[in-house]
């Protein structure tokens, strides 16, 4: 998770064009419909998604600078933002999005070497610098499934589920809350462990349907488990 960030600029610019393609197409019916995010329409997804890149533009200056910059002004600021902008058309969210996308780009582009070394105060804490492209990359991929427009984790590039599969997985093996278990991606001979392998269940299938499931994004149809039962019931994650 520490690899050169501006690697991972291409996949975000891929990402974000499949986005603003798919938002391009949404009616002001469809942007006002619920999303996959309870209580959430998909115009809030989308406001959530404008402002995200603009928080992470803060952190990029703060590392930038040295100045203690937080992402969020704070969390009201926050909430009150993205009810304020969830109430707009979609040509509004379509350009916000664009824009917001385009300063988050800038602002990469404008970061001397030694800077990505920096911790920034991010939303749930102190964070590195270096980790910035891929926390929007994550953003733009997972609230793409949330819009329900048919973008699904499968859809996803297998560089960015197997990416995603060991984050979560790393943040599961440091939380008491979750079950012990062995994963197994198809085709893969290393196994993720969570917990006490002594006796757990491996759960194996392809790497986007393990990390749909482990966020939230999907019920696991395609997962299989040794021994045969129910899927583990990992926490929420967050």
Same mark, same amino acid.
């Given at each position: 998770?520490?690899?050169?960030?501006?690697? &991972?600029?291409?996949?975000?610019?891929?990402?974000?064009?499949? &986005?603003?393609?798919?938002?391009?197409?949404?009616?002001?019916?469809?942007?006002?419909?619920?999303?996959?995010?309870?209580?959430?329409?998909?115009?809030?997804?989308?406001?959530?998604?404008?402002?995200?890149?603009?928080?992470?533009?803060?952190?990029?200056?703060?590392?930038?600078?040295?100045?203690?910059?937080?992402?969020?002004?704070?969390?009201?600021?926050?909430?009150?933002?993205?009810?304020?902008?969830?109430?707009?058309?979609?040509?509004? &969210?379509?350009?916000?999005?664009?824009?917001?996308?385009?300063?988050?780009?800038?602002?990469?582009?404008?970061?001397?070497?030694?800077?990505?070394?920096?911790?920034?105060?991010?939303?749930?804490?102190?964070?590195?610098?270096? &980790?910035?492209?891929?926390?929007?990359?994550?953003?733009?991929?997972?609230?793409?499934?949330?819009?329900?427009?048919?973008?699904?984790?499968?859809?996803?590039?297998?560089?960015?589920?197997?990416?995603?599969?060991?984050?979560?997985?790393?943040?599961?093996?440091?939380?008491?809350?979750?079950?012990?278990?062995?994963?197994?991606?198809?085709?893969?001979?290393?196994?993720?462990?969570?917990?006490?392998?002594?006796?757990?269940?491996?759960?194996?299938?392809?790497?986007?349907?393990?990390?749909?499931?482990?966020?939230?994004?999907?019920?696991?149809?395609?997962?299989?488990?040794?021994?045969?039962?129910?899927?583990?019931?990992?926490?929420?994650?967050?």
């Amino acid at each position: 998770m520490t690899s050169d960030p501006l690697l &991972l600029t291409g996949d975000l610019a891929e990402a974000n064009d499949r &986005l603003l393609r798919t938002v391009a197409g949404l009616t002001a019916a469809d942007v006002a419909a619920p999303s996959l995010l309870p209580g959430w329409t998909r115009a809030h997804v989308l406001t959530h998604l404008a402002r995200n890149a603009d928080g992470f533009v803060n952190l990029l200056t703060a590392a930038r600078t040295g100045e203690p910059i937080p992402m969020y002004a704070s969390v009201e600021a926050r909430n009150a933002d993205i009810e304020a902008g969830a109430g707009r058309g979609p040509a509004d &969210l379509l350009d916000d999005l664009r824009r917001s996308g385009q300063r988050f780009d800038a602002a990469v582009a404008q970061m001397p070497a030694e800077a990505w070394g920096a911790m920034v105060q991010a939303r749930r804490g102190p964070w590195p610098a270096a &980790l910035l492209v891929w926390g929007r990359l994550r953003e733009v991929e997972v609230h793409h499934v949330d819009l329900a427009t048919g973008y699904r984790p499968a859809d996803w590039p297998e560089a960015f589920a197997q990416r995603l599969l060991h984050e979560v997985t790393t943040g599961l093996a440091g939380n008491p809350a979750a079950p012990a278990m062995v994963l197994r991606v198809d085709g893969a001979a290393h196994e993720l462990v969570v917990g006490d392998p002594e006796g757990a269940p491996t759960v194996t299938g392809p790497a986007p349907e393990l990390a749909a499931w482990l966020t939230g994004r999907g019920a696991g149809e395609l997962l299989t488990v040794v021994p045969d039962g129910p899927l583990p019931n990992p926490p929420e994650w967050i």
